[in-house]
């Protein structure tokens, strides 16, 4: 597999940077993969809401992706905003005569976010009919949903039975997407394995514009990578995520940070701080290149931490049970650890408690106390480490990011730990009981 893989994004313009094509392409990016695009549509639209577009014809739509492939066939396809049935047709077209076995997401894009329409007329039934049978993805909203199955979804239990019935519309798999239910929202995929649900987190009041097309976007990308559905899906909300949590607001409206911010502003540096990184490797001295959360070196591969690094523990108690994790990656591969990891730079350490723990339990935290802090020596270096309970979260534990296997076990029959800070922090638990 090319390890940047290309993908074809085919939709409509955004002004505003923030969704379409515009999203499309720096989600791919930020992924590490490369975006070529074929135009739908010109809109006129801010982070507010859609003002007017214009379509492009479908002779032309289809032109621009056969000119893409003349390049070289991309390792996957992504379509948003395809604004009528004859585009649609033309699509589908190129797809089965030049893209057959190329992984598609189809992200049914009808309406905005905002309430805007962004097609012609409805567009049910020439989806269904072209792209829903060529779709290895399919990633519909509330709305899109209902639009598609004609029943009303507006809970978990219809989100299921709404999937259901989009599957056997002839998707491989559909992965309906519940920002819009009340309360938390929760997002459910639907493969020839079942369903799989994943918690969400309201994390900033108020909509985020190009939510819908950077998360098609992620995951049309991770699968031209070659990841599973499932593991595509799952690293691609957690990207989501990561640019909501980085969202920052216009005049009218919130737009999502697909990027990490600028770095120090002009007049702002400070060279004499002492995590000032490097410029050369100390193993080969090549030169650094910037990576998050650590700058990497290309030539020997060293990881530049600092020193001590600070990481977090996490603690999730059931009853008289501990949630241990299953370390898949060295050090320690395969040997039992509590949950955890480190502290990204910027970050503070409940933040870095809540991510790590979303990203190797997927549960979402309601509460978490800091207990108590501590140090040890690893093949890292130095560590500070900042041990934080979980006193209350919201899902199923499920292994994800460097853990292979969730496993609650008995506080006295919990075994020697991969690393001995963690032995330390399960003895102390044992003395307060």
Known sequence: ????????????????GGAGLAAD????????????IAVTAVTSQNSGGVESWMPIPPDMIAAQMNATCDDGIPQGVKTGMLGSSAAVSAISEVIRNRLKGVPLVLDPVMVAGSGDGLAETSLEKSLTEHLLPLATLVTPNLDEAEAFTGMRVRNRGQMEEAALRIREMGAESVLLKGGHLQGEPWDVLLTERGFKWFP????????????????????ATLLGAGYSVEEAVNNSLLYLRGAITASFSRKLGILPGHFPGM??????????????????????????????????????????YRNPLPAVILVLRDGNRVLLAKRAFPPAAGEWCLPGGFIDLGESPLRAAERELTEETSLIPERMILTGSLSDLTEYGSVVLFVYEATGWRGTPSPADDVAELRWVELDRVP???????????ESIRRKD
């Open 263 to 304: 770095g120090p502003l002009p007049g702002r540096n400070n060279r004499t701080a002492f995590y000032e990184t490097p410029r050369f490797c100390p193993a080969c001295s090549g030169e650094l290149a910037a990576a998050k959360p650590h700058p990497i070196c290309p030539g020997c591969g060293l990881v530049f």
């Open 1 to 16: 597999m090319n390890s940047r893989p290309v993908i074809l994004h085919t939709g409509g313009t955004d002004p505003s």
């Open 416 to 426: 020697a730990l991969a690393f001995s800070a963690h032995d330390r922090v399960i």
């Open 200 to 219: 969400g987190k309201r994390i900033v009041p108020g909509k985020v514009h190009g939510t819908g097309c950077t998360l098609a976007s992620a995951c």
């Open 25 to 36: 392409l720096k989600t791919t990016a930020a992924l590490g993969g490369h975006g070529c």
